[in-house]
């Protein structure tokens, strides 16, 4: 092991000068690019090669970096063992340390969201429970184990520059920051493909940076929460979800479960060995329970999801729905769930919607928004907060029909409402959580088509 006492001694002290020695020619020895080395003065901050010799003279007038304690830009290496690697990782100069608020840790936010070491995340990263998972989407579930085995190699990522001597950006927060701009913006996939080529060949030889959006999606993909492809009659009539997961017709209407009715006789079993058909609708349903999960998995917002109860100003001013009559009287009638203020409250809010910017097409998508109440008012609104929790397709909305598409919903919510195993990260304990739906948001027509 290096001996690094000298970085705290006082400048142009006898063991300082000596130990400036001492790294450079551990520097020259390890890591010499072209005759020059990073530079790790404060001015340079491991960005800039220079000469040895001029890499002396600076953390002589400038003094070394002091949070710099593993010298991984001049060949250092790093013991993987759980201390040492979350010691590199919160002092090392800016690596993997890009989050939203610039306060938390890239990889302490990874670990939240994969739900690494909470002991009741039995279910696989993507959140598809085991009620989804015989729904003859085998594809979907084998996903779902594929990325349960990226989970540790995104992690290893988070410790790998964006290119040699990049001290701002690793592989993996440089990728989410492009995802950021391609959610704000809408890219499209090919824009993004676009983008990356170019910007492998524009940046220095040796990074890291995905040649293809293909790549780069694979490559972050344990951190999706996945969605459920469930099929449905084209008329509107039921869910192949389930027991029916296995049918091919209607049980109403008799239609066909497929684009085309000739592709697969009417009582002929779908066989897993064959060509899937491409069916005739699908419901896009994105599972509650793991989005309710990993908002405790996060020790910031588990302290949000307590707001309500424990930060609110409790003066009689109506300034969220907890201070509202209806919130009142639904602790007055289920004071068991009102007393644990991290039982969730919900609200729904549905319409419909044309997705092609266009008056003169008559199309109608309806997504299907759930708005946890349990934030502070400035949170819950906001669009990050909000959960989508299912697509119903076009190109003409369900009507009453709606029902059929908010099966698997309701089946989450009554789950939920009989409690669920999961961890609260705040204050490292196992619990019961529990939610309900308080309350819908729609217009009248909407209200007709939700309330049957």
């Known amino acids: 092991m290096v001996d690094k006492s000298w970085m705290d001694a006082p400048r142009f002290s006898t063991n300082h000068l000596a130990g400036i020695e001492r790294f ?9 690019f072209n005759g020059k080395i990073y530079c790790s003065c404060y001015r340079c901050n491991n960005r800039i090669l220079h000469e040895p010799h001029i890499v002396g003279e600076h953390i002589r007038l400038h003094g070394i970096i002091k949070e710099y304690k593993h010298w991984i830009f001049h060949g250092e290496s790093i013991e993987r063992t759980s201390v040492q690697t979350d010691q590199t990782v919160r002092t090392s100069p800016s690596i993997c340390t890009q989050s939203q608020d610039n306060e938390a840790d890239l990889r302490d936010i990874i670990t939240d969201a994969l739900g690494i070491n909470i002991p009741t995340l039995n279910e696989s990263f993507d959140g598809v429970s085991s009620e989804f998972q015989n729904n003859g989407r085998e594809d979907d579930f084998n996903e779902a184990q594929r990325t349960t085995e990226r989970a540790t190699t995104l992690l290893d990522d988070c410790d790998i520059p964006l290119y040699p001597g990049c001290v701002k950006f690793s592989c993996v927060s440089f990728l989410l920051q492009l995802y950021h701009f391609k959610a704000l913006f809408g890219w499209s996939a090919k824009s993004l493909t676009c983008l990356l080529e170019f910007l492998n060949e524009a940046f220095l030889d040796g990074n890291t940076i995905p040649i293809t959006y293909y790549e780069a999606k694979k490559k972050i993909s344990a951190l999706n929460l996945g969605y459920v492809k469930i099929d449905a009659c084209p008329n509107d009539c039921m869910l192949y979800w389930g027991d029916a997961s296995k049918k091919i017709s209607c049980d109403v209407c008799k239609s066909s479960r497929w684009q085309s009715s000739n592709e697969l006789d009417v009582d002929e079993q ?14 896009r349903y994105f599972p509650l329970i793991p989005r309710l999960k990993r ?32 919130w009142d009287a639904f602790d007055k009638r289920f004071p068991d769930f009102a007393s644990d203020p991290r039982n969730v409250r919900l609200g729904l809010a549905s319409d419909g919607f044309n997705p092609f910017r266009t008056m003169s097409t008559s199309h109608s998508t309806r997504p299907v928004l759930l708005i946890p109440y349990n934030l502070e008012p400035w949170a819950c609104m906001k ?15 369900p009507g009453n029909d709606i029902d059929v598409y908010m099966q698997p919903l309701i089946k ?3 789950q939920l409402w009989t409690g669920i195993d999961a961890f609260d990260s705040s204050a490292s304990e196992s619990f019961i959580l529990r939610a309900c739906l308080i309350w819908t948001i729609n217009d009248f027509p909407a209200y007709a088509n939700l309330s049957g």
Do not use: Y
């Open 270 to 283: 779908v066989d897993d060995n064959c060509r899937r058909p491409k069916p005739a609708k699908v419901l």
């Open 383 to 397: 669009q990050s907060s909000m959960i989508l929790s299912m697509v119903i397709p076009g190109e003409k909305g």
């Open 295 to 326: 908002l405790f998995q996060s020790s910031k917002t588990s302290q949000s999801m307590r707001w309500h109860k424990e930060g609110r100003t409790k003066d009689g001013i109506l300034r969220h729905l907890a201070d509202g009559s209806a």
């Open 24 to 32: 450079l020619s551990f520097a020259i020895e390890k890591s010499v």
């Open 412 to 414: 989450g919510l009554k």
